[in-house]
């Protein structure tokens, strides 16, 4: 493999020094770039573009093409890969979101469900993780993911996307042995998964539990972060002669951060509803922190985007350990110039944390 040109986001998981604040944003490969649009719509919708290595390698590549200041690329794909390779039936729906063709409603469901072989059954995402290393060239990590076992059990329970959750709790309440099989089932499955991406070329991984937040302090213990401590340990740490280091993302988990910060991962990522200098003084003994922006601050005007930056970055303060992203996805109505004035803010503003 060609040897990296750019490695600051690694060492910044690491927590080892940098000259600038690293950066990249969740969804940076997505709706709001005009050339996305138009691949997509060569693809023909979003699923087929998913599963065509060339054209995810494409989209992939389109921010880094963009943005010279992003730091790192992230594998273009969909947490719901897992359950679509379990027989699940992905599709999406104009307005709805992703929908499944079948639900999972009993412990017999459940057993019936195969683990994917990485290779065998979720061979597209492992052949996009390998083009997209070639062509990455060595100009920035690439980064690989997955959903959490609980944000996808919702999916499968639910049949799609939820507002209450109602199947998933009432399952987790009433027949807690059926979802604890459930989410076993899907912490070996990432696990397989994240090793696969891995050995294919991902040279950092993060697991997004969109859901997590959802939980009662308790379930989120027992039915989420449990099964994510499961993967964290089963995961390849050591590849290609360096770290592997593991982001785990609770949205809505900053309750639960000294928690998080005990399972073994290298950084934790935080929404915009946390204080990153106090989550910092909590846990940034133990992890570095990737964060946390307000989307939505994408859409007013370069000098707010700017001065919010400027904030963030004082908040957390000196030293490193800290990989500069939003505290959720970009959104697609944002003007793609906006987010040419958050990457160029984070560099600018951040050499002076690193001295």
């Keep these: 493999m060609t040897a990296l040109k750019n490695d600051r986001f690694l060492r910044a998981l690491l927590k080892q020094p940098v000259d600038v604040t690293p950066v990249w944003m969740m969804r940076q490969a997505g709706r709001y770039l005009p050339e996305y649009r138009a691949t997509r719509a060569k693809a023909g919708d979003f699923v087929s573009l998913m599963k065509n290595p060339e054209l995810a390698c494409e989209v992939t590549l389109q921010p880094l093409d963009r943005y010279p200041q992003i730091d790192a690329a992230i594998l273009f794909s969909d947490i719901l890969t897992i359950p679509d390779a379990m027989g699940q039936g992905l599709y999406f729906e104009t307005g709805e979101g992703p929908r499944f063709r079948k639900h999972v409603s009993s412990l017999a469901d459940i057993e019936a469900l195969p683990i994917p072989d990485p290779e065998k059954d979720l061979g597209y995402v492992m052949d996009a993780v390998r083009t997209i290393r070639r062509e990455l060239n060595g100009r920035a990590p690439?980064?690989?993911?997955?959903?959490?076992?609980?944000?996808?059990?919702?999916?499968?329970?639910?049949?799609?996307?939820?507002?209450?959750?109602?199947?998933?709790?009432?399952?987790?309440?009433?027949?807690?042995?059926?979802?604890?099989?459930?989410?076993?089932?899907?912490?070996?499955?990432?696990?397989?998964?994240?090793?696969?991406?891995?050995?294919?070329?991902?040279?950092?991984?993060?697991?997004?539990?969109?859901?997590?937040?959802?939980?009662?302090?308790?379930?989120?213990?027992?039915?989420?972060?449990?099964?994510?401590?499961?993967?964290?340990?089963?995961?390849?740490?050591?590849?290609?002669?360096?770290?592997?280091?593991?982001?785990?993302?609770?949205?809505?988990?900053g309750l639960w951060l000294e928690s998080m910060a005990d399972v073994g991962a290298e950084a934790l990522g935080l929404d915009w509803t946390c204080n990153i200098g106090s989550a910092r003084s909590r846990v940034g003994s133990k992890v570095a922190l990737q964060g946390n922006m307000d989307p939505a601050v994408l859409y007013s005007s370069p000098a707010a985007i700017r001065a919010e930056v400027a904030r963030i970055l004082a908040a957390y303060g000196h030293g490193a350990g800290h990989v500069f992203n939003l505290g959720h996805g970009i959104t697609p109505e944002v003007d793609p110039e906006n987010a040419k004035a958050f990457f160029e803010a984070v560099h600018e503003l951040s050499a002076q944390y690193h001295r």
């Design 142 to 253: 690439l980064i690989g993911f997955s959903g959490s076992p609980w944000t996808l059990a919702t999916y499968m329970v639910e049949g799609g996307s939820s507002k209450d959750f109602r199947k998933s709790k009432a399952m987790l309440y009433n027949d807690p042995e059926a979802m604890h099989a459930l989410l076993d089932k899907l912490a070996q499955s990432v696990t397989s998964y994240l090793n696969g991406q891995i050995l294919a070329g991902a040279q950092a991984v993060q697991i997004f539990d969109s859901w997590g937040g959802s939980l009662s302090d308790a379930a989120y213990g027992e039915f989420s972060l449990a099964y994510m401590k499961k993967i964290v340990d089963g995961l390849i740490r050591e590849h290609e002669g360096r770290r592997v280091p593991v982001i785990l993302f609770t949205k809505g988990g």
